[in-house]
T-cell receptor
Framework: QKEVEQNSGPLSVPEGAIASLNCTYS??????FFWYRQYSGKSPELIMS????GDKEDGRFTAQLNKASQYVSLLIRDSQPSDSATYLC???????????FGKGTRLSVIA | ETGVTQSPTHLIKTRGQQVTLRCSSQ?????VSWYQQALGQGPQFIFQ???????GRGNFPPRFSGLQFPNYSSELNVNALELDDSALYLC??????????FGAGTRLSVL
């Protein structure tokens, strides 16, 4: 049974702070890792994808992957109230195999 | 905008009825995946279609069925609706080996 675990939150951070979101996965052969943002009542929107160990930066977002520890994280720098949403971690064995999602972490950025 | 369109946006059915949900994939994408997202949960994989053939199925009963058409659009059919089928149904399109992009979803309520 492939599992993806996330702290459900809510995670509250003040505006301008760094938000750190974490995810662990059970299937060691997983190859592709994704972070999706989901606003209430909306569908998931892709923020980041990462495939290799290390960090990947895109604007205010940094994804970190550690395959040995089976751990993926997302850092949001200079958090804004508009970042308040549920962040879903998703994992797949290869590029087009089904995504296995965590339950999501609810982030609240306080102005 | 991902270029993935789903219809209808909302639907109300009664227990025992049948429903058909539709998805038009993004131009150039030949793979469609369907997910069910219950309130407060991450999306759960239902099945995937690649070039009109089922290419994987999650842990859903046979009353969940699907089709993919030559233009790569897809349908999800659910027979004998149950109360627990109430959820957001998400369609994601991709090219084989690449990232999945989600449509806006269909919110199904079963009364």
């Amino acid at each position: 049974q492939k599992e993806v675990e996330q702290n459900s939150g809510p995670l509250s951070v003040p505006e301008g702070a760094i938000a750190s979101l974490n995810c662990t996965y059970s299937d060691r052969v997983s190859q592709s890792f994704f972070w999706y943002r989901q606003y209430s009542g909306k569908s998931p929107e892709l923020i980041m994808s990462i495939y290799s160990n290390g960090d990947k930066e895109d604007g205010r977002f940094t994804a970190q992957l550690n395959k040995a520890s089976q751990y993926v994280s997302l850092l949001i720098r200079d958090s804004q109230p508009s970042d308040s949403a549920t962040y879903l971690c998703a994992v797949s064995y290869s590029g087009n195999t089904p995504l296995v999602f965590g339950k999501g972490t609810r982030l609240s950025v306080i102005a | 905008e991902t270029g993935v369109t789903q219809s209808p946006t909302h639907l109300i059915k009664t227990r025992g009825q049948q429903v058909t949900l539709r998805c038009s994939s993004q131009s150039g994408h030949n793979t469609v995946s369907w997910y069910q997202q219950a309130l407060g949960q991450g999306p759960q994989f239902i099945f995937q279609y690649y070039r009109e053939e089922e290419n994987g199925r999650g842990n859903f009963p046979p009353r969940f069925s699907g089709l993919q058409f030559p233009n790569y659009s897809s349908e999800l059919n659910v027979n004998a609706l149950e109360l627990d089928d109430s959820a957001l149904y998400l369609c994601a399109s991709s090219s084989l080996g690449n990232i999945q992009y989600f449509g806006a979803g269909t919110r199904l309520s079963v009364l």
